[in-house]
């Protein structure tokens, strides 16, 4: 079965420091990989997707995914954190049937 | 296109009473989920659909949940009877084929009082 976990709750940052969201998966076949935010009172929007090819996938606001299949991770990344950026982070796995299943979130808080 | 659309936004009903949540997905995608949202259980996949048929339902919490998905363009998530703990936030989502994002919509809070 397929599974996906984010092992921090929170992660707090300082304004303009990088930050990194952790995420790992466990999927049979080739993994589809994605990163979703959720602001307040919101749905998730989609921010960036690894299907195949580069192990760095780039997205929406700056943020970046590098694939690591060895590690089974998905880890998102920003070199510099804004406030704005403050919301809760979901990493997601979908597999070869299309069904998509999500992490327990990790709320992102950056700090001016 | 308008993305996903859910109705109601929000909804709060006695314990017992029937709820039905709606779903009109983006034209042309090809696949259908549902899922709850709370803050102890995070966001569960309850059921999904591939072109009108349900492929894993194995998140539907118990029998009183069940969902249907009558033609392309409409869904629905049905919970007979209610019972408080089924309150949260529930979403319905759509996507292309497999390897795609899945879009959202804006979710029904539901309240069981």
């Known amino acids: 079965a397929q599974s996906v976990a984010q092992p921090e709750d929170q992660v707090n940052v300082a304004e303009g420091n990088p930050l990194t969201v952790k995420c790992t998966y466990s999927?049979?076949?080739?993994?589809?990989l994605f990163w979703y935010v959720q602001y307040p009172n919101r749905g998730l929007q989609f921010l960036l997707k690894?299907?195949?090819?580069?192990?760095l996938v780039k997205g929406s606001y700056g943020f970046e995914a590098e694939f690591n299949k060895s590690q089974t991770s998905f880890h998102l990344k920003k070199p510099s954190a804004l406030v704005s950026d403050s919301a809760l982070y979901f990493c997601?796995?979908?597999?070869?049937?299309?069904?998509?299943?999500f992490g327990q979130g990790t709320e992102l808080s950056v700090k001016p | 296109d308008a993305g996903v659309i859910q109705s109601p936004r929000h909804e709060v009903t006695e314990m017992g009473q029937e709820v039905t949540l709606r779903c009109k997905p983006i034209s042309g995608h090809d696949y259908l989920f549902w899922y709850r949202q709370t803050m102890m259980r995070g966001l569960e996949l309850l059921i999904y659909?591939?072109?009108?048929?349900?492929?894993?339902d194995s998140g539907m919490p118990e029998d009183r949940f069940s969902a249907k998905m009558p033609n392309a363009s409409f869904s629905t998530l049905k919970i007979q009877p209610s019972e408080p703990r089924d309150s949260a936030v529930y979403f319905c989502?759509?996507?292309?084929?497999?390897?795609?994002?899945?879009?959202f919509g804006q979710g029904t809070r539901l309240t069981v009082v």
């Open positions: 997601a796995v979908r597999d070869e049937r299309g069904k998509l299943i």
């Open positions: 659909f591939n072109n009108n048929v349900p492929i894993d």
């Open positions: 690894y299907i195949t090819g580069d192990n």
């Open positions: 999927v049979s076949g080739n993994p589809y």
């Open positions: 989502a759509s996507s292309l084929r497999e390897g795609s994002q899945a879009f």
